[in-house]
Nanobody
Framework: QVHLVESGGGLVQAGGSLRLSCAASGRPFIPYAVGWFRQAPGKERDLVAR????????HYADSVKGRFTISRDNAKNTVYLQMNTLKPEDTAVYYCAATTKAGILRAPDMYDYWGQGTQVTVSS
C-alpha cells in the first residue's frame, strides 16, 4: 500500500508560480510511475504530467508544455510539479497518483493510488 499526500497548492495571480509536492509513504517510490492530474468543477480529471518509473521519462499535456515541470526525488520519496506562468484556466484541484504500470498512462483508472488533492486557484 502506498499513501500519497499532496501539498503546495494555494492562490496565485496569473503569471505566478507554485510548486506542488507529492510525498509517498508505505513503500519506496522507485517502482512507481507518478502522474499529476487536475480536475476543475464540472470537468473530467485530466492528466497534466507523468514521470515514469525507472529512468524517469516525462510526458506533459499540450496545455502545460513549456510551463510545468515534473520531477522526482526518489531519496525523498517525493514527486514535484513546478508550475510557472500560471493562467486562470489552470485553476483546479490537483491530484497525484501512482501506478506500477508503464506507458503514457493518461487514464485515471490506470493508477492504483491517489492523494487527497490540493487546490490551485489562479486569479486574473
Amino acid at each position: 500500500q502506498v499513501h500519497l499526500v499532496e501539498s503546495g497548492g494555494g492562490l496565485v495571480q496569473a503569471g505566478g508560480s507554485l510548486r506542488l509536492s507529492c510525498a509517498a509513504s508505505g513503500r519506496p517510490f522507485i517502482p512507481y510511475a507518478v502522474g499529476w492530474f487536475r480536475q476543475a468543477p464540472g470537468k473530467e480529471r485530466d492528466l497534466v504530467a507523468r514521470v515514469s518509473k525507472g529512468v524517469g521519462m516525462t510526458h506533459y499535456a499540450d496545455s502545460v508544455k513549456g510551463r510545468f515541470t515534473i520531477s522526482r526525488d526518489n531519496a525523498k520519496n517525493t514527486v514535484y510539479l513546478q508550475m510557472n506562468t500560471l493562467k486562470p484556466e489552470d485553476t483546479a484541484v490537483y491530484y497525484c497518483a501512482a501506478t506500477t504500470k508503464a506507458g503514457i498512462l493518461r487514464a485515471p483508472d490506470m493508477y492504483d493510488y491517489w492523494g487527497q488533492g490540493t487546490q490551485v486557484t489562479v486569479s486574473s
